[in-house]
DNA sequence: TTGTACGCGTTATCAA
DNA sequence: TTGATAACGCGTACAA
């Protein structure tokens, strides 16, 4: 059993609330028996147990991170928006990832509850349903990143980016485009996929389902899709893909079955990962705010947490990244 | 204020204990009590604190992992391992992340002290000195990842996996070989250091310092150091990289200079990333056994928690895999 | 300046 | 089968 505030009073011969003052800085205490009770804690090495202190504070300072993947670059960068601002407000920082698996993600949240962490921030759920769910009242506030349908929310603007992909694909002469999605119904596939439908609409070129493919956001994926858009009366000769990782998965297809890119056939990405401008060749893609996201997403949760007044649904806008992976179209 | 077992009780016309009785379905207790209760617990949405109930456990069924950064391929692997091992024990787990910062890595083991997890891993630690100083004296048992002279420690055995990228490059006939390294102090670098250096000795190849540059772990620093080396008056005909982030920084950078690999020059990684496979060119490289190190890290950990005999740092073997960035030396 | 008493939400022991 | 009581470690009125 770890020395506790009492073991230390003992020793020093003192009540416990005092050394609980010496130990607190409290003003009204003498200079010595706060020093001799200071270094007597340090000598005993004793720690003081966040359990009790949090019990009776009924507050934990403590917010918890759910996130869908840890390897996910996206989270990572935006993990440092979020301890950056979680940090500088005085709060501590609870993490785990439930690997897109909804029941997981389900439990953690209610881990955290029960943890009695002040606020709770989800990255990448599964769905919003378990949260709209007017039944289900929360211990704690939430905010979901990227998720835009939902109330306390601060999301890239995917479509956007999405739309601009595109855009620059028509712009370079491609009327062919296909898209690599991850999951049609997934809350992350929708965004890109209405900009892929609503730019090529704009455009007025006609859509064409065949040119719509399953991945599943990693380089397999994009491995897998490859065959059926070659295999088409009529394949694409741009492909939009739906992160990098997919990209990387179907340039190596490509160059698999002799297509050169962006020679003969353009690709582009999604994220932005690190890597993206030292592959061969180097990727086309959209790089969302994700650091910006984190510091507004903590700063929404602190204001639930104050109840400070209204919050809305926050929306940032994505950064369009052209490199070699596309080009104009081959006459 | 959530709802307590005391409001339960209240509503129900009950005492608290036959509520807390309810709850954690405790045999000596009437059907239709117990049925009611638990109804009026959803019902009013009582979700039970785990602060008071870890305080009066004496215990939190909880384990901290402290990992140096979360975009490292490496901790999500090993993650996998270590909650597979911790929820397949009754543990729940807790992360938290230092991104390479010494202090913060200090503060996060505090903090989960503080919070009286029952045991902590720390994967990435930036030096084991704190950990054992005979002064310094832990709540928990701490357990480090790839840090082989700490006393409980799970670890790949980098210096052989070095070795066998070395042995590989001199089969294929080259004697000019440099290395990549990372932070020479840092505790990450010095296996794969000595492994070099012991396997260019073995085979009675001259060392020379020029040989040896500093990278940061990340592509830039690969970049960085490739014009060091071509500068040098007899440069390599193989590098060794720290890992494959820095390798596709060191590619980029000979591409850049004319130099085709592994045509001109032959280049190995370490870590073998998802997509290592998918480079161009793939690259040769070591993998360590992530997901085991993580289930055997949990249990040495569980061991210590329940002070279950003796403990002893457990060592395991990596696993080379060649691939299209090393070839034989050009004649 | 310091000590006493109480409460935070829960579980466990003992008595009813 | 249920209720009263104490205890976990800490912070804080209030009293001394």
Chains 1, 2 share one sequence.
Request: proline share 6%.
């Amino acid at each position: 059993m770890p020395v506790s505030i009492k073991d230390i009073a003992k020793e020093a011969g003192v009540s416990p609330s005092t050394v609980s003052r010496a130990l607190r800085d409290h003003p009204r205490i003498n200079r010595d028996t706060k020093a001799n009770i200071q270094n007597l804690a340090t000598a005993m090495g004793y720690v003081p147990s966040a359990v009790a202190r949090d019990l009776v504070a009924r507050q934990t300072a403590t917010i918890g991170i759910v996130i869908s993947r840890l390897s996910d670059p996206f989270y990572d960068r935006l993990m440092l928006g979020l301890e950056d601002g979680a940090v500088s407000a005085g709060y501590r920082v609870l993490l785990s990832s439930f690997n897109r698996d909804a029941k997981r993600e389900a439990e953690i949240v209610h881990d955290f509850s029960e943890r009695r962490v002040d606020g709770i921030i989800v990255a990448g759920a599964e769905t919003i349903e378990a949260y709209i769910s007017p039944e289900r009242k929360f211990i704690s506030p939430i905010v979901l990143i990227n998720r835009p349908s939902y109330p306390f929310s601060v999301s890239a603007d995917r479509f956007e980016g999405a739309r601009r992909v595109i855009k620059h694909m028509i712009e370079l002469g491609h009327r062919r485009i296909a898209y690599v999605t991850w999951g049609s119904e997934h809350p992350d596939g929708m965004p890109r996929l209405s900009g892929y439908q609503a730019t090529l609409n704009e455009y007025g070129i006609a859509m064409d389902d065949d040119l719509i493919v399953h991945g599943d956001g990693q380089i397999t994926g994009g491995i897998k899709a490859v065959p059926r858009l070659l295999g088409l009366s009529s394949p694409p000769s741009a492909i939009f893909c739906f992160n990098d990782m997919t990209a990387i998965g179907v340039i190596n297809a490509l160059r698999q079955k002799g297509c050169e890119v962006p020679r003969d056939v353009s690709v582009a990405g999604f994220d932005d990962l690190e890597m993206a401008a030292y592959y061969h060749p180097s990727l086309t893609t959209v790089r969302q705010p994700t650091y910006r996201i984190g510091r507004h997403a903590v700063n929404m949760l602190l204001r639930l947490v104050r109840e400070e007044g209204d919050v809305v649904p926050k929306i940032l806008e994505p950064e369009f990244v052209a490199r070699e992976s596309t080009a104009p179209i081959a006459i």
